[in-house]
Every structure is written in C-alpha cells, then in structure tokens.
C-alpha cells in the first residue's frame, strides 16, 4: 500500500514538472514570436513614418522660424548633428529636448504633437 502511494507520488510529481516545463517553453515561444514581430517590416515601417514625421515637423518649423540647424543646436546645447538627426528620423530627441524646441519656435508642446498626430 505504501508503495502504491509513493508511485502515485512520484507519478504526480512528474505530472507537475511537465505542465512547469510545458508553461516554461510557451513562454519562451511567447517571446520570440513577440521579438519576431516587433521586428517586422511593417512595424519598422510604422516607427520609421513616426520619427520622419517627426523630423519633419522639427525642420519645418527650423525653416519657418528662419533657423540654421548651429542655431538650434546651439540653443538646446547639443550638437549640430543631433538637430539633423532628429530632422532626419535617425534619432528622436529626448522629451526636455522636444519641450525646449517647442518654446525655441514659439510654439505649444500640444501643437507641435498635434501635427505629429494628423499626418
């Protein structure tokens, strides 16, 4: 009798590892589907329009405002090539960045973000 318990014991305890292993390898699968994606054309297709549009706004108003890009990087303490990437989509500035652009072309931080969200 007290063999027969230890074997249902040891029958449940294999149980138990298989559904841990089980829940451990879709998790995994999880991961590497969600890396898959978010490494997708589309996405970076999406992420890509978003930082363009975002440049684009940055040097429109630069140009409206009748800045040189030394001027803004001057301005904003940073260099003159992190303006041009910014306006270029290779990088995006950083939020305090983005907020002193927006009172270096006299403009609300909501206004510059509206554009962002109409295109």
């Known amino acids: ?12 305890l294999l149980l138990l590892a298989v559904i841990c292993g089980g829940i451990v390898y ?5 991961v590497k589907a969600l890396k898959k994606y978010l ?5 970076k297709e999406e992420k890509k329009k978003v930082c363009q549009t ?6 429109e108003n ?3 405002c009748k800045m040189t890009q030394e001027f803004v990087a001057e301005s904003l303490g940073v260099s003159r090539q992190a303006v041009s990437k910014w306006e270029n ?5 950083s939020t305090s ?11 609300d931080l ?3 973000l509206e554009k962002l969200n109409e295109e």
């Open 89 to 93: 989509g290779t990088s995006d500035p």
């Open 1 to 12: 009798m007290q063999f027969l318990g230890l074997f249902m014991l040891i029958i449940n």
């Open 26 to 30: 879709l998790f995994i699968l999880l």
């Open 110 to 112: 909501r206004e510059m």
């Open 97 to 107: 960045n983005l907020i002193a652009l927006a009172k270096l072309f006299k403009m």
């Open 39 to 43: 490494k997708s054309t589309p996405i």
């Open 62 to 64: 630069r140009i409206r």
């Open 54 to 59: 975002l440049g684009e706004i940055i040097k």
